[in-house]
């Protein structure tokens, strides 16, 4: 879809073969968001080797089916992405985790990833999820996307993880139901 004044937009999922072909791609959203400070399991400094490290472990996830990977492209270029994973307990089949939600600093504020959660929705009811369940940096934008998102809050754990820069931040769990 184009929109007026960003740019044409595209949110799909990618399979492991076009995954490792976006490395650098995928790489430089994620690098961008740890130096931009967002607490998303890594510490400073993260280089862009690192990170397509990352993707490349992911990309073997995605090939066994224990996780759904989706981009939001650009004009063409990937510019956030988000992940659903699928390793959960034989007796939770019927849920996923939503993870690593990432939208590149020079795309923020344009909707993509509402669009991003909206498609990891869809794509999990379409594999037959009925529960996602998330959590994400206390007082974060990421908090304020899912609530408006319709997500129920469960409650903060406090200290939960570091920032990229060493400092303890909080961590607010989420679920829905889809
Ligand atoms: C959290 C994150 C994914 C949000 O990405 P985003 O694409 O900017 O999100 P959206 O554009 O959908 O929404 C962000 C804001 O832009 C606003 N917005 C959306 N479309 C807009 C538009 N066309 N014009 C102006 N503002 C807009 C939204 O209302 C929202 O406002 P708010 O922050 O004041 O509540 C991004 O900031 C990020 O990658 N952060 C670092 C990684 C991270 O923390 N991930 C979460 C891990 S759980």
């Known amino acids: 879809m184009t929109v007026d004044g960003v740019g044409e937009i595209e949110v799909r999922r990618l399979d492991a073969a076009e995954v490792r072909a976006r490395l650098d791609e995928l790489a430089a959203v994620l690098a961008d968001c740890v130096a931009g400070g967002a607490s998303v399991s890594y510490m400073a400094p993260f280089t862009h080797e690192q990170a397509r490290e990352a993707f490349a472990a992911w990309a073997d996830l995605v090939e066994r089916d224990t996780r759904l990977l989706l981009a939001a492209f650009l004009d063409g270029t990937v510019v956030g992405t988000v992940q659903l994973v699928f390793a959960t307990p034989p007796n939770q089949p019927h849920r996923a985790d939503v993870a690593k939600l990432l939208v590149?600093?020079?795309?923020?504020?344009?909707?993509?990833?509402?669009?991003?959660m909206e498609h990891a929705e869809r794509e999990a009811q379409a594999e037959g999820k009925t529960l996602l369940v998330?959590?994400?940096?206390?007082?974060?934008?990421?908090?304020?996307?899912?609530?408006?998102?319709?997500?129920?809050?469960?409650?903060v754990i406090p200290n939960y993880a570091l920032y990229p820069d060493g400092r303890p931040c909080d961590t607010t769990v989420f679920w829905k139901a889809v």
């Open 104 to 116: 590149h600093r020079s795309a923020r504020r344009r909707g993509l990833a509402r669009l991003l």
């Open 134 to 155: 998330l959590d994400t940096v206390t007082g974060d934008d990421a908090e304020r996307l899912y609530m408006r998102l319709g997500w129920t809050r469960v409650g």
